[in-house]
């Protein structure tokens, strides 16, 4: 039986047969996460969102060698003549156990932070151009990564100078290339 907005025996054009409302919106959202735009920006979301997460974890490894504060008395750069001053850092064992958490939560918010940016900003640019290229060429092929990657490679080390942006662009291609050619293997069906 067909109703209005079903063709054919089972449903529409949707994989799970929805018409109506609901497939209208299912639709709109397919479209919309299909867009150059949303691809940027889930990329960016996520590289950010485990970007946090890995900095988090790599911050909490930074404690074993050697215990000191930066920026707590006797850190460099304070005044000289004072207890505590130039030369002599603080252990971060003799502060109090409160100083002493508050001291490596604020640090691991800080590194948390930044690689969270880090991450966010290459997963978009890194996207956004492959998304484009992808566009312009109208083909799905290993060819769209490793320009994306020469690409975002070559933006990201551009203050470094032309040498630097080449190095990036050929380090960022290969390992595109790499990982591209691992996610299109056939995969064993054991």
Avoid at 8 to 30: C, V
Avoid at 33 to 38: K, Q, R, V
Wanted: with cysteine; aromatic share 8%; glycine share 22%.
């Amino acid at each position: 039986m067909n109703f209005p907005g079903m063709s054919g025996a089972g449903g529409g054009g949707l994989p799970f047969g929805g018409g109506g409302q609901a497939g209208a919106g299912a639709g709109g959202l397919t479209n919309a996460m299909e867009s150059c735009y949303a691809k940027t920006v889930m990329s960016g979301g996520a590289g950010f969102a485990l970007g946090g997460l890995f900095g988090m974890f790599m911050a909490s490894m930074a404690y074993d060698t050697p215990f000191h504060t930066p920026g707590m008395p006797g850190a460099p750069g304070t005044a000289p003549g004072l207890p505590g001053s130039a030369g002599a850092a603080t252990p971060i064992s003799s502060l109090p156990l409160r100083k002493q958490l508050a001291h490596g939560f604020k640090d691991m918010g800080a590194r948390s932070w930044s690689t969270a940016k880090n991450f966010g900003a290459v997963g978009a640019l890194f996207s956004g151009i492959e998304c484009g290229i992808e566009g312009l060429r109208a083909k799905n092929d290993i060819g769209n990564g490793v320009a994306a990657g020469c690409m975002t490679g070559a933006i990201l080390a551009r203050n470094g100078g032309p040498q630097a942006a080449a190095v990036g662009c050929a380090g960022f291609a290969a390992f595109s290339a790499a990982i591209d050619a691992w996610m299109r293997m056939p995969k064993d069906e054991d």
